[in-house]
């Protein structure tokens, strides 16, 4: 299978160039489009209570939005305050889509503040909204804050437009300037980002396709996007510096290519596979939006694998004269002797390291999570200014969101009465409202104290259910999602788990015919994912060194930032694992002995998966430029992983536990060993060549 697919991008390069041309213009012209439809929602899932209580409210006709505004700065009774308010409520109410304007009331707390609602229809609740908000910002005898609604899912959306476009004009002038040192050469260091984009081309399309069937999520646009620029620069590195090498030894240059899709293409083969299947397991969770994110993930490993196996050859053999041929390098070099010193304390090497990791680590004990609030955005953004004078003016029961408790039964039922004061005697709520929702439905929203995510919520939450009702009561709303959703991982965790590690010691046992060597792999990415995430909680949970990345600590980490740390991160590490062990396999191969075979394998794989490590670092570091605070967590985990991986993992784990190993390395029992040998993926056997290419 491999074979006729490189094989056919060997024969037949210009159909294939053409045939990627024509997909681009077409995944690039209709993908954009994918920005219109982001969204900022995620869900626990329809089984969920709080997903059938919010089916219910949305069964009883089109909910109306509303956005907020506080006027604030100065005195509440200020008459010129008043007049200017008045003057705006009045042109306001005139609006076309506008139902109702509230009327304003001042800061309890301050005296200094008046709030007011704009309620919208919602046929035309966009256009309404931002006239509105641009009618009521003409305030100028204060300062208005203004958001909510369809305001807040727009900024959201443009936030993460914003995010793509800055990162990326950002990190790929570094990636270029950083190929061509690799390469020596704008040919060599071009194609990786040809591969890049045809990566984020299909990345483009992929999501505006799955946006047609289910929500798209701003984090989606920014993870995969940037995952396809890393992963096809990472796969392409591999591929033209494998095709160097091979020059080297022959300079005919369609033989070279051959040569590199039978060796660096089947490790591309695995290494994305091994991602693709870290990314299933997002597919595990009810979440829509983990799922969907599951998908387009695997989906754009897929795009940026074919890419490097079929795109990539047909370029080189059209380009590949005028690419230099790889230097050797005499002996062992800076890899090597690593390598060799650790092997001399092996057990003592491999016992630090790995307590080292585990002090890092040691904060992800204490991770909490949440739906996420408006600190998630720019200090400038009209959502987070709107609650950062809610927080000052209006600090108690103005929740975003209300703990909305759906009873089966008109508000008239005495019932309705009682079950509300039950409710307000609740610890953690403010107040109770009781809203006819139906002629047999009504919905008592309680408000909490904590205007942010906190355990007292959560704990209303589950209190509000215990409650005893003569009707069906449903709790949905923000903080009962979160509930749900904290639930939802507990319980589909240890499966998502559980496909990624059996599927990745299934996979990894293909690719090297051991059985130790896939259980080594997954311990150490586990410890890195570990201390990566440690580090995470560390800054944007608990607010150390926060303020170096612009935020600070929200006192939680936003719901899908562990999740999607954890599943990308282990994907990579896996992919470094491949890469390494592919040429240690193929020194071992050669009779070469399991300590020395070790450290070649690292010396010839030491330049380029530094390299790649260093290119993965500065794309995943693009995720740190921007405004969304759960895209920076994601992309200091993300950094983190791939800088322990390619280093103290690398380096010192996997030297030290390979040498421990020592000859049991590639053991595997008879029965396994004659299995390997009918689904192993074969390569051409190596030529022997020394000194190593780096």
């Known amino acids: 299978m491999l074979k006729s697919v490189t094989g056919f991008a060997i024969r037949r390069p210009r159909i294939v160039v053409v045939a990627w041309i024509l997909a681009l213009v077409a995944g690039f012209g209709i993908g954009i489009g994918v920005f219109e439809r982001l969204t900022a929602e995620v869900s626990s899932g329809s089984g969920t209570e ?26 509440a009774d200020d008459p010129a305050v008043r007049a200017q308010v008045d003057d705006a409520i009045a042109d306001v109410r005139a609006i076309p889509g506008v139902v109702e304007v509230s009327p304003p009331q001042p800061s309890a707390r301050t005296g200094e503040a008046l709030i007011l609602s704009v309620t919208l229809r919602s046929e035309d609740e966009t256009e309404a909204a931002e006239a509105a908000a641009e009618r009521l910002r003409e305030i100028s005898a204060a300062q208005v804050a203004v958001s909510g609604g369809p305001l807040t899912e727009e900024e959201y959306g443009t936030q993460a437009e914003q995010d793509v476009q800055r990162a990326e004009m950002l990190t790929t002038p570094v990636v270029l300037v950083l190929l061509l040192l690799i390469f020596g050469g704008l040919i060599a260091a071009g194609l990786p980002l040809l591969i890049a984009v045809a990566g984020v081309g299909g990345t483009f399309g992929i999501l505006y396709g799955f946006s047609e069937v289910t929500d798209v999520s701003v984090y989606a646009i920014q993870v995969t996007t940037m995952m396809a620029v890393g992963l096809g620069v990472d796969y392409a590195l591999l591929m033209v510096n494998r095709f160097r090498e091979e020059r080297a030894i022959d300079p005919d240059v369609r033989g070279a290519v051959t040569r590199t899709a039978a060796s660096a293409g089947r490790t591309v083969l695995f290494a994305g596979l091994t991602v693709a299947l870290a990314l299933a397991g997002l597919v595990v969770f009810s979440d829509p939006f983990l ?41 062992g070099g800076f890899f090597a002797r690593v ?24 904060p992800a004990l204490d991770l909490r999570l949440g739906l996420g609030d408006p600190r998630m955005l720019p200090a400038d953004s009209g959502t987070r200014q709107l609650y950062d004078a809610l927080s000052t003016h209006y600090p108690e029961g103005n929740a ?68 005893p009702a003569p009707f069906e009561v449903l709790v949905t709303g923000d903080a009962a999602h979160l509930v749900d959703y904290e639930s939802m991982l507990v319980e589909r965790a240890p ?12 996979l990894l046992f293909a690719f090297t015919g051991s059985v130790l060597l896939p259980i080594k792999a997954v311990v150490t990415n586990m410890l890195s994912i570990g201390a990566a995430l440690g580090v995470v909680v560390w800054v944007f949970q608990d607010g150390n060194l926060a303020s170096v990345f612009g935020t600070s600590g929200l006192g939680y980490l936003n719901l899908t930032v562990p999740v999607l740390v954890a599943a990308i991160a282990f994907g990579l590490s896996v992919d470094y ?9 193929e020194r071992w191969l050669a009779g070469v002995p399991a300590d020395r075979a070790v450290a070649e394998g690292i010396q010839r794989t030491g330049r380029i998966i530094t390299s790649a490590a260093l290119l993965l670092v500065v794309v995943f570091a693009g995720f740190l430029v921007g405004g969304f605070v759960p895209i920076k967590g994601i992309g200091l985990g993300l950094v983190l992983a791939v800088a322990i991986d390619a280093t103290v993992v690398r380096m010192l784990l996997v030297p030290a536990t ?37």
């Open 339 to 362: 390598a060799r010193r650790v092997q001399r304390r092996p057990m003592a090497t491999m016992l630090v390291t790995a307590a080292a990791l585990v002090f890092v680590a040691l």
């Open 50 to 75: 709080s997903a059938r209580g919010g089916d219910r409210i949305a069964a009883t006709g089109p909910e109306q939005s509303a956005i907020t505004a506080v006027v604030h700065g100065k005195p």
């Open 495 to 506: 499966w998502a788990i559980g496909v990624v590690v059996l599927g990745t010691l299934l």
């Open 400 to 467: 975003p969101d209300p703990i909305e408790a759906v009873v089966t039964a008109p508000s008239t039922d005495p019932g309705i009465a009682e079950l509300r004061d039950r409710i307000a005697g609740v610890d953690g709520i403010a107040r109770v409202e009781a809203v006819p929702a139906g002629a047999d439905l009504t919905v008592l929203n309680a408000y909490p104290v904590d205007i942010t995510p906190s355990d007292r919520t959560k704990e209303a939450v589950t209190a509000i259910r215990d409650l």
């Open 577 to 585: 694992e491949v890469f390494l062990l592919s040429r240690i396999r």
């Open 291 to 331: 799922r969907s994110m599951g998908f387009a993930g695997m989906a754009v490993v897929l795009v940026d694998m074919l890419a490097a196996l079929t795109l990539l050859p047909a370029l080189l053999v059209l380009l590949g004269r005028r690419i230099k041929p790889g230097k050797p390098q005499a002996g």
């Open 658 to 694: 390979m040498t421990v190993l020592g000859r049991y390395n590639f053991w595997a029992p008879g029965p396994l060993r004659r299995l390997h040998k009918r689904i192993e993926v074969t390569e051409e056997a190596p030529a022997e060549r020394e000194p190593a290419l780096v």
